[in-house]
């Protein structure tokens, strides 16, 4: 009865785990920072942004934008994964609902596009620039030292990607 049972729980804790892998290789989020460095002792964080991820041929995979309201830069195109409009009202019950599941939909596909970005297209109010290399930042989480499926201990793990594009704005076109 012990063997039993002592198996039962491992077999549980082994899915729990493997789940909680899976989730993490596919399910991302997303932090993209863009400075104009042509002042090296005073780098400006650039927040009104328009930004086009392209791949190694020249395809946009994704764009994003930021404002100067927001101060953060967020998943523009497709639309259907811009969670942004949404993210405003998500102080209403329903609008919380809603924010939930575009996150949970822009998450899975963040990981079918991010890690093939080889470029990305800068426009800003002072700034275009095309095709300037850039490569991703990847961290996973830590998901096997607190990974439990519950809402409030830990949460489910996510990958982490992040873009700092750096630009020398008296370059630009």
Same mark, same amino acid.
Request: hydrophobic share 40%; charged share 20%.
């Given at each position: ?26 399910? %991302? ?81 963040? /990981? ?41 201990? %830990? ?8 873009? /700092? ?9």
């Amino acid at each position: 009865m012990i063997k039993i049972v002592g198996g039962s729980l491992l077999v549980i804790a082994i899915i729990v785990l493997a789940y909680g892998y899976w989730f993490g290789k596919n399910h %991302g989020s997303l932090y993209v920072m863009v400075m104009d460095v042509s002042d090296r002792e005073h780098p400006k964080d650039i927040r009104s942004v328009e930004l086009s991820f392209l791949d190694s041929s020249g395809n946009v995979l994704a764009q994003a934008a930021g404002t100067e309201e927001s101060g953060a830069i967020f998943v523009s195109l497709p639309k259907v994964y811009s969670c942004r409009e949404l993210e405003q009202h998500a102080t209403l019950p329903q609008g919380e609902d809603d924010w939930a599941r575009c996150f949970e939909r822009q998450s899975r596909w963040l /990981t079918t596009w991010v890690r093939n970005v080889k470029s990305v297209d800068i426009h800003s109010s002072s700034c275009t620039i095309r095709r300037m290399p850039i490569s991703v930042s990847e961290h996973g989480d830590t998901w096997w030292l607190w990974w439990v499926p519950l809402r409030h201990i %830990g949460g489910k793990p996510y990958t982490f990607f992040s873009f /700092t594009i750096t630009f020398d704005g008296r370059s630009c076109a």
